[in-house]
């Protein structure tokens, strides 16, 4: 419509009556509605052609799918216009933001699409820990933690070595070191899981993790506490009985 309207308007011929016809009934009563609301892009700036135009301009709605002749032609042409390359098509910042929001989302980076995988919240296990622990396990995880010499080498500039110190394999002090490979966690690895100990189970077996972790970061090991009375009421209770 929009286009129509801009090559009409070029032509500015006064003795020239145009026709437009679509089966969109949505955009006739759009140009019908009054209201400055507008939002699209385009029908802002069709209805800005229409009400500058000095041309006759007749826009007719036809049914569709009805053997309306030129209608089907009209939707034969715009289906095989939809299969071509549309690198260059125009489309407006609405289109853009909606098809944003559709496309599903990604991991973009290897290794934490290694670590979280297809996982987009946090297990049952995860949220039932203490505020303070979810934080700290999530930091540990990503690799982003300062209790990690490799975090405070690279990103603080805090320490001038980022060698584990609690093993003799001369190995940076990552997450993936600590939880898969630090001899100090040997014995702890294998108490808390039958088999070996991989980087991913940081999101698929988190309680497992937090458990080896907890050796090396004593943090983990916090759990919360509740102040209850002699009576064994809850900690509102024990409120209201010493007021």
């Excluded at 286009?3 to 759009?30: C, F, H, P, Q």
């Excluded at 509605?33 to 052609?49: G, I, P």
């Excluded at 599903?104 to 505020?131: L, M, V």
């Excluded at 050796?215 to 090991?221: D, E, I, S, V």
Aim: aromatic share 8%.
């Amino acid at each position: 419509m929009m286009m129509a309207l801009e090559w009409i308007t070029k032509e500015e011929r006064g003795d020239v009556k145009y026709a437009i016809y679509t089966d969109s009934l949505s955009l006739i009563n759009a140009l019908e509605a009054d209201n400055w609301k507008d939002q699209h892009e385009w029908l802002r700036v069709t209805k800005t052609l229409l009400a500058g135009t000095t041309n006759n301009i007749t826009i007719c709605w036809v049914p569709s799918h009805c053997n309306t002749y030129g209608n089907e032609k009209a939707d034969r042409l715009a289906d095989e216009g939809s299969k071509m390359d549309q690198s260059q098509a125009p489309v407006t910042f609405r289109i853009v933001r909606a098809k944003i929001r559709n496309r599903r989302w990604e991991i973009q980076h290897e290794r934490a699409k290694y670590i979280y995988q297809e996982r987009r919240k946090s297990k049952e296990a995860e949220r039932a820990w203490p505020a303070s622990i979810r934080q700290l396990y999530a930091r540990l995880r990503s690799g982003h933690a300062k209790e990690l010499k490799d975090y405070q080498k690279r990103f603080l500039k805090t320490v001038s070595s980022d060698i584990c110190i609690y093993c003799e394999a001369d190995a940076v002090e990552t997450i993936k070191h600590i939880l898969c490979d630090c001899s100090q966690l040997e014995e702890r690895r294998a108490r808390t899981f039958d088999g070996d100990v991989s980087i991913d189970m940081l999101t698929t077996h988190p309680d497992i993790c937090r458990k080896i972790l907890a050796a090396r970061f004593k943090q983990l090991n916090k759990e919360r506490k509740l102040v209850e009375d002699e009576g064994g009421g809850s900690p509102q209770d024990c409120t209201r009985h010493q007021a």
